[in-house]
């Protein structure tokens, strides 16, 4: 085959690559066909990286066999055995895995000493950058959520130390692309911006961190698709940009659920600063679990607000079962699903979804909200921050005009809570104290077998 056809089948199976991205993509819009999107996302990246060993100019294959080979193992390993509740962990492991892919790419090319050009070194250097600071930053992420570090970590003039390092790692990237610098100013380069990923990172709290997660996918993809321009690699250009523009529009989403600027997540230190907020007044009540069955069982219409509690107890099974059991008796039972329940987007779709809870009685806050005031129960199941109304009513509160879900409307409130502790990002929830709510204290999967025995003996 000559070279001429080989840059051919090249560039076709690139465009191939391609429309299988965005085609995936597409898919994964929707719960329905998410798991067919991924799939075909994922044969996508197969021909893309098959192609690769066409190209007449590649060398050190069995390097590049062993790097896929080890990769895949570990990415097939880690895959089956990770739990959901680790989920947001992997997430943020993988985006940082890719940021810093795109940054060795970079490296390498900077190191190298070729002068391609100034664009060459211009988008060298922007994907170093970028890539750089999302592996540093999305591994900091990941130690937050595994548990590894504190939520937040600051000191004093932290934001003014952030916007030195910022200038100066410019500056850096400004004099390498002029000057074609030499190695020791291109190490200090990406030591610095790798600095500025984890100091970035540090001071924010763990309520944003799903908000963080999205925007360091959205800056790998970024750094891949300027590091695809520098190897001239249409797929990486394309992915790349796909990535990066889907992971800023969702990025912007959830800062929107949230209702606070990318600024404000990056540098209020929002997430375990309880600020001022008024003191909440009056006591929790607790309830038990035949006298809650008893309520849902006679009830019309339920409402089940699942969080991250719900994960860590790994009770979606049998809030399932509960449901099945309802809805048997004539009980219309729905889930309502905040944006930023979880630790990551879609978080609580997919922990339903794997119970096997059909995706027509899944409902996001928009379409859900007006329903509570008809609800004669919201169950709450390990949300907190999500359903909690000083949102609405506190303008001293850090979580003050954020959109949540109404649960405090709906005619009788059950939250099953292990204990009186805070949310995740250290608020106290209003929720909790108000006359018409309850507390069932307990495991939430205990509590949920307690509430289908409780059923059952109706």
Same mark, same amino acid.
């Given at each position: 085959?000559?070279?001429?056809?080989? #840059?051919?089948?090249?560039?076709?199976?690139?465009?191939?690559?391609?429309?299988? $991205?965005?085609?995936?993509?597409?898919?994964?819009?929707?719960?329905?066909?998410?798991?067919?999107?991924?799939?075909?996302?994922?044969?996508?990246?197969?021909?893309?990286?098959?192609?690769? $060993?066409?190209?007449?100019?590649?060398?050190? &294959?069995?390097?590049?066999? /062993?790097?896929?080979?080890?990769?895949?193992?570990? /990415?097939?390993?880690? @895959?089956?055995?990770? /739990?959901?509740?680790?989920?947001?962990?992997?997430?943020?492991?993988?985006?940082?895995?890719?940021?810093?892919?795109?940054?060795?790419?970079?490296?390498?090319?900077?190191?190298?000493?070729?002068?391609?050009?100034?664009?060459?070194?211009?988008?060298?250097?922007?994907?170093?950058?970028?890539?750089?600071?999302?592996?540093?930053?999305?591994?900091?992420? $990941?130690?937050?959520?595994? @548990?590894?570090?504190?939520?937040?970590?600051? $000191?004093?003039?932290? *934001?003014?130390?952030?916007?030195?390092?910022?200038?100066?790692?410019?500056?850096?990237? @400004?004099?390498?692309?002029?000057?074609?610098?030499?190695?020791?100013?291109?190490?200090?380069?990406?030591?610095?911006?790798?600095?500025?990923?984890? +100091?970035? +990172?540090?001071?924010?709290?763990?309520?944003?961190?799903?908000?963080?997660?999205?925007?360091?996918?959205?800056?790998?993809?970024?750094?891949?698709?300027?590091?695809?321009?520098?190897?001239?690699?249409?797929?990486?250009?394309?992915?790349?940009?796909?990535?990066?523009?889907?992971?800023?529009?969702?990025?912007?989403?959830?800062?929107?659920?949230?209702?606070?600027?990318?600024?404000?997540?990056?540098?209020?230190?929002?997430?375990?600063?309880?600020? #001022?907020?008024?003191?909440? =007044?009056?006591?929790?009540?607790?309830?038990?679990?035949?006298?809650?069955?008893?309520?849902?069982?006679?009830?019309?219409?339920?409402?089940?607000?699942?969080?991250?509690?719900?994960?860590?107890? %790994?009770? *979606?099974?049998?809030?399932? =079962?509960?449901? *099945?059991?309802?809805?048997?008796?004539?009980?219309?039972?729905?889930?309502?699903?905040?944006?930023?329940?979880?630790?990551?987007?879609?978080?609580?779709?997919?922990?339903?979804? #794997?119970?096997?809870?059909? &995706?027509?009685?899944?409902?996001?806050?928009?379409?859900?909200?007006?329903?509570?005031?008809?609800?004669?129960? /919201?169950?709450?199941?390990?949300?907190?921050?999500?359903?909690?109304?000083?949102?609405?009513?506190?303008?001293?509160?850090?979580?003050?005009?954020?959109?949540?879900?109404?649960?405090? &409307?709906?005619?009788?409130?059950?939250?099953?809570?292990? @204990? %009186?502790?805070?949310?995740?990002?250290?608020?106290?929830?209003?929720?909790?104290?108000?006359?018409? +709510?309850?507390?069932?204290?307990?495991?939430?999967?205990?509590?949920?077998?307690?509430?289908? %025995?409780?059923?059952?003996?109706?």
């Amino acid at each position: 085959m000559s070279i001429v056809n080989v #840059e051919n089948v090249i560039e076709a199976s690139y465009f191939l690559a391609a429309v299988l $991205f965005i085609f995936g993509l597409k898919r994964m819009s929707s719960p329905v066909t998410a798991r067919g999107g991924i799939v075909w996302a994922g044969a996508g990246m197969v021909v893309a990286t098959l192609v690769t $060993f066409l190209n007449p100019n590649m060398g050190n &294959y069995p390097l590049m066999m /062993a790097a896929i080979g080890i990769g895949g193992i570990l /990415a097939w390993v880690s @895959g089956k055995r990770v /739990a959901m509740t680790d989920m947001p962990q992997m997430i943020a492991l993988y985006n940082g895995m890719g940021g810093g892919a795109a940054a060795a790419i970079s490296a390498v090319e900077l190191f190298s000493g070729t002068d391609h050009g100034l664009t060459f070194s211009v988008l060298a250097v922007l994907g170093g950058l970028i890539g750089s600071v999302s592996f540093s930053g999305s591994l900091i992420a $990941f130690a937050k959520l595994q @548990g590894l570090m504190k939520k937040t970590f600051r $000191f004093p003039g932290q *934001q003014f130390f952030n916007i030195i390092l910022l200038v100066a790692t410019l500056g850096l990237a @400004g004099y390498i692309v002029t000057q074609h610098s030499d190695i020791n100013i291109i190490v200090i380069f990406f030591a610095l911006a790798l600095l500025l990923g984890v +100091t970035m +990172t540090l001071p924010i709290g763990g309520a944003d961190m799903p908000v963080v997660i999205s925007l360091y996918n959205a800056l790998t993809g970024l750094a891949v698709a300027f590091e695809g321009f520098v190897l001239e690699n249409a797929a990486m250009i394309i992915a790349g940009t796909v990535v990066g523009a889907a992971g800023s529009l969702l990025t912007q989403l959830m800062a929107k659920a949230m209702n606070r600027s990318l600024a404000n997540v990056l540098f209020s230190g929002f997430g375990d600063t309880v600020g #001022e907020a008024s003191a909440v =007044e009056g006591s929790m009540k607790p309830i038990e679990a035949t006298d809650v069955g008893v309520m849902m069982a006679f009830a019309d219409k339920v409402l089940i607000v699942p969080g991250y509690g719900m994960a860590v107890a %790994q009770a *979606q099974h049998k809030v399932w =079962e509960l449901t *099945q059991l309802l809805r048997k008796r004539g009980v219309d039972v729905k889930f309502a699903i905040h944006p930023v329940a979880g630790r990551m987007p879609g978080h609580m779709n997919v922990l339903l979804a #794997e119970a096997g809870v059909p &995706y027509d009685i899944i409902y996001d806050q928009d379409e859900i909200n007006s329903e509570f005031a008809t609800a004669d129960v /919201a169950l709450i199941i390990g949300a907190n921050d999500v359903v909690n109304p000083v949102a609405r009513t506190d303008p001293a509160s850090p979580i003050y005009g954020m959109p949540i879900l109404n649960a405090d &409307y709906a005619k009788n409130v059950i939250v099953i809570k292990r @204990g %009186q502790g805070a949310g995740f990002s250290g608020i106290e929830n209003a929720l909790f104290f108000l006359d018409h +709510t309850r507390m069932l204290y307990g495991d939430g999967q205990e509590m949920a077998s307690e509430l289908i %025995q409780a059923v059952k003996t109706l």
